[in-house]
C-alpha cells in the first residue's frame, strides 16, 4: 500500500535500481492489465523486475536491504539512493551467475529472516551488517549445503518484536498494545505449509548455516515463498499451471520448525507452487477466476502434521561452528565496484 505522493525504488534482476513516482503509474481498476513496464522505464532485455520499495523520503536512518540467490546481502543508507538518473544506476553489484531475489526496506532494531530452498533459515539482528555503498557485492548472510539456496528474505520490525517480547525496550521506547505480532508461514512447492511462531527461530550471528524451518522431504518439496502473516489475512497461491487458490491465514496450521505442515492446495501432476500474494478482503466482489481453497491434508481431516517439536540438535550445531567463520570473512566479500553505469 502506498499514496501518490510517494516513490518507489525498483530493483531488477542484475541489481540496477530506477526511481519512479507513485503519480506516474497508470490508474485502473485490479482487472486492469497495465502498461508494459519498458513504458515506464528504461529497463533491457535481460531485465527483470525483481522488488519495488515504496517510500516516503529521503531521510537518515533507513536503509535498503538486498539479498541474492547466492546468499549474500548489503545493507545500503537509503539517502544514498537519493540522485537516481533516468537511466538508473548501481543497486547492487552482481557476481556473473547470482541473481538479486528480495528488496526490503530496513529500520534500527529490526531482524532479518532468511530462508533457503531446502528449508534452513537464519535471523539475525539488522545491525549485524554493516552499511556498504551502492556498488558492492555484500557479504555472507546464510551459507548453504551443496544445491541449496536463497528463496525469501524477510524483515521483521522493530514493533513486532517488542509487542511479542523478543526484544528488549529501551529506555523511554513505549510497546504500542495496538500492535499484534504476526508468524511466519512457509509453504512448499507441493503445496504443503504451516505458520509458526517468530519465537521458534533464535537470533544467531549472520553467515551460518541456520536452523531448519520446515522439512523439505519428498511429500513437500523444496520451499516456494516465506512471508510474514496476519491472522485475519487472506493468500492467493500461484502455481506453474496459472491456477489461483484463495485461502484464509487462520485456517493455516500453527506447528514448529521441525515439522512438514499440513496440504494446502491440491496440485495436478507435474504442478508446482511458484508463488504467493497477499489478497485484499476489501475486494470480495470482484474475485473473478480465483478459486477458494480449503486448508486440509491429504486425508481430509487437516492432519498430517508432525510434532512441533522436532529434533534440531543438527541445525543448532552447524550454527556454532559456521556463524563463527562468516565474521572473519566479510572483507573477502565486500567488493567495492566501480563507479555507476
Known amino acids: 500500500m502506498t499514496n501518490t505522493h510517494a516513490s518507489l525504488l525498483v530493483f531488477t534482476s542484475i541489481g540496477k535500481c530506477y526511481r519512479l513516482g507513485v503519480h506516474e503509474l497508470p490508474a485502473g481498476s485490479r482487472n486492469a492489465k497495465g502498461r508494459p513496464i519498458v513504458n515506464l522505464l528504461p529497463v533491457e532485455s535481460d531485465e527483470k523486475i525483481q522488488a519495488v520499495v515504496p517510500f516516503e523520503d529521503f531521510v537518515d536512518g533507513p536503509c535498503i536491504i538486498t539479498a541474492t540467490r547466492s546468499g549474500l546481502i548489503k545493507k545500503t543508507p537509503l539517502l544514498a539512493y537519493r540522485n537516481i538518473h533516468a537511466g538508473g544506476i548501481i543497486g547492487v553489484n552482481m557476481v556473473e551467475g547470482d541473481e538479486l531475489i528480495n528488496v526490503r526496506l530496513v529500520n534500527p532494531g529490526d531482524r532479518v529472516l532468511l530462508v533457503s530452498r531446502e528449508g534452513q533459515s537464519i535471523q539475525f539482528d539488522e545491525s549485524d551488517t554493516r552499511p556498504m555503498g551502492r556498488a558492492t557485492r555484500g557479504v555472507r548472510g546464510i551459507r548453504f549445503r551443496d544445491g541449496d539456496e536463497l528463496v525469501a528474505m524477510v524483515v521483521i520490525p522493530r514493533e513486532e518484536l517488542l509487542a511479542a517480547g523478543l526484544a528488549e525496550p529501551n529506555e523511554g521506547e513505549e510497546i504500542d498494545p495496538e500492535i499484534v505480532p504476526r508468524r511466519l508461514l512457509t509453504i512448499t512447492e507441493n503445496g504443503y505449509g504451516k505458520r509458526t511462531e517468530l519465537e521458534a527461530y533464535p537470533v544467531q550471528n549472520r553467515g551460518g548455516l541456520g ?82 481453497g480449503l486448508v486440509a491434508s491429504e486425508d481430509g481431516e487437516g492432519g498430517d502434521e508432525e510434532s512441533a517439536t522436532g529434533d534440531d540438535t543438527e541445525g543448532q550445531a552447524e550454527v556454532a561452528g559456521d556463524a563463527t567463520d562468516a565474521a572473519s570473512d566479510d572483507d573477502g566479500e565486500v567488493d567495492e565496484g566501480g563507479e555507476d553505469a
Do not use: F, M, Y
Open 211 to 292: 536452523v531448519i524451518t520446515i522439512k523439505t522431504t519428498d511429500r513437500n518439496g523444496p520451499v516456494a515463498s516465506c512471508r510474514l502473516v496476519a491472522e485475519d489475512d487472506q493468500l492467493i497461491i500461484i502455481t506453474n499451471g496459472g491456477q489461483l487458490i484463495r485461502i484464509r491465514v487462520d485456517g493455516v496450521s500453527v506447528l514448529g520448525r521441525n515439522t512438514q505442515g499440513v496440504r494446502l492446495i491440491n496440485l495436478s501432476k507435474d504442478e508446482t507452487v511458484v508463488g504467493v500474494a497477499r489478497w485484499d478482503a476489501t475486494d470480495e466482489d470482484e474475485e473473478d477466476g480465483i478459486e477458494d
